[in-house]
């Protein structure tokens, strides 16, 4: 399995011919320790970005449900979960290199097994590797909210990016979305909505996870920002 980072930049992959993305590059410095982490540990972790259409059993060596969290920024919650939940394998989608090389070294220092990467744009991850009616659940915590009117199209969460999701998931498979940004909320309740195929799911049973407070999410409340949770089932 070979590093996947180099197609973050997406030249002669697909990726490369999306015109509007959600993020932009704003890969920082790495720290030495990150820098080492990505080096010796995305090879265990990565999954490489050639890999087709992921056979999860092949990939975890188990058939147990499959979460997917995109963005997971410096990877504390991913890393959390992982360690909470055993029973359950997790696809981390994340194009930011420090915080990859951050999650890394704390799922190595837990030995996790039930955790795999990809650094690359989530929206051609959930093109072109997620198998259809896969997943148990798919999370968004804290997208960036691009809050400037100009920047709306950037929003990862549109129509498209609903469409594909409704067609990943299992029959009642969870969407999980979080943000402390009320226009951005307001958005993706409209767009969730107009979808149709949606629920809010405001019964939780089946689903085991309390989302552990996120970095971004701090910062939010640092400044007075209310969080919304929005929860969906597919119906
Ligand atoms: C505002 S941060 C939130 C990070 C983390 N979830 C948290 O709550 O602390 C959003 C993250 O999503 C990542 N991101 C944005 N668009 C992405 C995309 N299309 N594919 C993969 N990652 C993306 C960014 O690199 C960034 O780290």
Known sequence: ????????????????CRSVRSFVRRDGRLTVAQRRALDELLPRYAIDHCAGVLDFAGLFGNSHAVVVEIGFGSGSLLARQARHHAEVNFIGIEVYRPGVGHLLRLLDEQDSR????????????????????????????????WPKKRHHKRRIVNPEFVERVAGL????????????????????????????????????TGYPFVRPQTRFEQRGLRR?????????RLS
């Not at 399995?1 to 490369?16: E, F, I, K, P, Y």
């Not at 007075?224 to 969906?232: E, T, V």
């Open 114 to 145: 039930n955790v795999r990467i990809f650094c690359l744009d989530a929206m051609d991850v959930l093109e072109n590797h997620i198998p259809p009616r896969s997943l148990f659940a798919l999370w968004l915590f804290f997208p960036d909210p």
């Open 169 to 204: 998931l299992l029959p009642d498979g969870v969407l999980h979305i979080a943000t402390d940004w009320s226009d951005y909320a307001r958005h993706i309740e409209a767009v969730v909505a107009a979808d149709g195929r949606f629920a809010i799911a405001n019964d939780r």
């Open 224 to 232: 007075g920002y209310a969080i919304h949770d929005l929860l969906y």
């Open 1 to 16: 399995m070979t590093s996947s980072l180099s197609g973050v930049t997406g030249s002669g992959h697909r990726a490369g």
